[in-house]
Nanobody, 124 residues
Framework: QVQLVESGGGMVQPGGSLRLSCVVS????????MGWFRQAPGKEREFVAG????????VYVDSVKGRFTISRDNAKNTVYLQMNSLKPEDTAVYYC?????????????????WGQGTQVTVSS
């Protein structure tokens, strides 16, 4: 069974940075296309970024383009989300997710596995 474990969340001031990590166990991360979603209080879970297996093509939601970077290190079975220039509206629980398909859709139902989430709070 595939397990995803996120880490790296915390509290940061506006303009600050955090790097989230997601470790994949059970199978090699290279077998999956990976994504990050987030869910703010009272809101639906939304797509943030995705990276395909193989060539590692990336996709971002417009609100994080130029500020967030998704990457993967298959040797470490780990996917990262580097978050810079954080804003209060980035406050949410961030979830790592994986799918066996190649593409990285922005819909929750397209993904096969989910982590437990890590809290990111951006506040002064």
């Amino acid at each position: 069974q595939v397990q995803l474990v996120e880490s790296g969340g915390g509290m940061v001031q506006p303009g600050g940075s955090l790097r989230l990590s997601c470790v994949v166990s059970g199978r090699t991360a290279s077998s999956y296309s990976m994504g990050w979603f987030r869910q703010a209080p009272g809101k639906e879970r939304e797509f943030v970024a995705g990276i395909t297996r193989g060539v590692g093509s990336t996709v971002y939601v417009d609100s994080v383009k130029g500020r967030f970077t998704i990457s993967r290190d298959n040797a470490k079975n780990t996917v990262y989300l580097q978050m810079n220039s954080l804003k209060p509206e980035d406050t949410a629980v961030y979830y790592c997710t994986a799918r066996t398909g190649y593409a990285v859709p922005q819909t929750l139902g397209a993904y096969d596995y989910w982590g437990q989430g890590t809290q990111v709070t951006v506040s002064s």
